[in-house]
């Protein structure tokens, strides 16, 4: 493997999560937990869950959980968010919007400040979980800039049916 790769990985993440924060930046928590009539899915749990997906990513995957990562992201909190979860109405059936923000923003640090870290030879490594879309751990962290853009789509979708203006 290349440090390149790696590298360039950092900068999509982090390139992916400022997008992400712009187009939250101006929502009132009402608008966080807003659905559309048609079909329930919010800004909320579309954060939740990119903060679950991207500590399954990019440190899970990666060196397993370990006990500091209850404080944190608690395992209630990748229930309501994982794989799989089903978004429902109502800020009353999730974590506080403050909480769900944390985790978003802590997770975050946390994988900045542990990725940079390692060697080529730990991130060459196969996954222990088979993934259709990559093999190795640096693989699942190539990986989640793209399914964090994917979720940002659905954000700004869910934004301009809030009628609020797109963003560039």
């Known amino acids: 493997m290349s ?7 950092l900068e999509q993440i982090e390139f992916v999560r400022r997008r992400v924060k712009d187009y939250v930046a101006d929502l009132t928590p009402e608008e966080w937990f807003w659905h559309p009539a048609e079909f329930t899915t ?10 679950v997906s991207q500590y399954n990513l990019c440190l899970r995957r990666v060196r397993g959980r370990t006990k500091a990562d209850e404080a944190l992201i608690p395992d209630a909190f990748i229930e309501h968010f994982k794989l799989g979860s089903q978004p429902v109405a109502g800020a009353e059936n999730y974590p506080p919007l403050e909480e769900i923000r944390r985790v978003f923003d802590a997770v975050h640090a946390q994988v900045l400040a542990e990725l940079g870290k390692l060697t080529d030879e730990e991130l060459d490594v196969p996954v222990e979980q088979p993934h259709p879309t ?9 990986y989640a800039p793209s399914h ?3 979720h ?11 009628g609020k203006p797109a963003l560039r």
């Open 42 to 51: 919010h800004v909320a749990w579309q954060v939740g869950h990119l903060a």
């Open 3 to 9: 440090r390149a790769r790696l590298d360039r990985a």
């Open 152 to 162: 940002n789509g659905q954000i700004g979708l869910l934004r301009r049916l809030m």
């Open 134 to 142: 990559f093999k190795t751990k640096l693989g699942a962290v190539e």
């Open 148 to 150: 964090e853009l994917v």
